[in-house]
């Protein structure tokens, strides 16, 4: 595994991790009598990339009951695609990705991906994409330009290898945290701008975003995309696919009731859903397990009754 490899999981893990807005979650109180009751053995919070594929997983392999609940009128999260109108052929449009740029060529991915008949093709060696610095808070452009004197970046560029490489196995191909953290793995609680404080290393991060486009030199084909160039295609198939009670989009999460052994009345915990689908109005969900893949900041979660661990746990993220 080569080093630039390690620096893009890092960076992927603990810079944008944390700036996911997937937020399906609502002021509670504002849905919590519902017309219905939808029992499933498990109910997904959230229609990113992690959702979705859980949910299909679980349906379709594990054979069990679910419903995947999203605010957006639509899954994917933050892969987005625009239809452009082809000025060449009047009445056709070709697609635009203004979201995610392409999928990771992993086993997982292109196996997901075969499941439901597309086919993948390679971006090449490198994204094609035009770096910007941008203020979250702000939405304002940020003159951020890249460090040129190598003496300044050369131990900074070194510490994050060593810290890439120790932290490896934890987030790569995906999170498998151990919990409790050890105190040797404190890193993977705190949120990057205090590990990015901590270990001075505010020199190279412009460059750390860069390792986004190239994942290694080594690898010719580290990025996919579908062979329709639409990044969206695989979610409008798994929207289908799950089509029905299973799936309530432009929803929001009003409460949970869970007891202290994880379980509510009746040996289920309880969802209240705000949504348009099958009727509009408030559903009430019965489900043996909950699974939140939506990002877990305290506003999504204050739909949640946190214990004191959790919350502070979710804070530090």
Not at 22 to 33: E, L, T
Not at 209 to 218: E, N, R
Not at 253 to 280: D, I
């Amino acid at each position: 595994m080569s080093r630039a490899v390690l620096l893009v999981c890092f960076a992927v893990s603990l810079a944008l991790a944390p700036l996911v807005d997937a937020s399906v979650a609502s002021p509670r109180g504002a849905c919590n009598v519902a017309g219905d009751t939808i029992e499933v053995d498990v109910a997904l919070i959230g229609g990113g990339v992690a959702g979705p594929f859980a949910a299909v997983k679980l349906a379709d392999v594990y054979k069990k009951t679910v419903v995947l609940i999203d605010s957006k009128d639509h899954l994917g999260g933050h892969v987005d695609t625009a239809a452009v109108p082809n000025p060449a052929a009047p009445g056709n449009f070709f697609p635009v990705d203004y979201g995610v740029q392409g999928y990771l060529n992993l086993p997982v991915t292109r196996e997901f991906f075969q499941t439901f008949g597309i086919n993948l093709v390679s971006t090449g060696s490198a994204l094609n994409l035009v770096q910007v610095f941008v203020d979250f808070k702000t939405g304002k452009l940020v003159n951020l330009p890249a460090p040129s004197d190598s003496a300044a970046t050369g131990a900074p560029l070194q510490k994050y290898a060593e810290l890439c490489q120790k932290y490896f196995c934890f987030i790569f191909p995906n999170y498998n945290l151990p919990s409790p953290l050890g105190p040797d793995e404190k890193d993977l609680g705190t949120n990057f701008g205090q590990f990015v404080t901590k270990y001075n290393l505010e020199p190279i991060v412009p460059i750390v975003a860069g390792f986004l486009q190239v994942l290694s030199p080594t690898d010719p084909e580290p990025f996919l995309v579908p062979e329709s160039h639409n990044n969206s295609e695989i979610y409008g198939k798994i929207q289908a696919h799950l089509a029905g009670p299973q799936l309530l989009l432009s929803s929001s999460v009003t409460k949970v009731t869970r007891s202290s052994g994880g379980a509510g009345a009746g040996g289920v915990n309880e969802l209240w859903v705000q949504t348009p689908s099958g009727g509009g109005g408030c559903k009430h969900i019965a489900a043996k397990k909950i699974l939140v893949t939506m990002a877990q900041t305290s506003e999504n979660m204050a739909v949640f009754d946190l214990d004191s661990t959790e919350k502070s746990v979710i804070k530090s993220v």
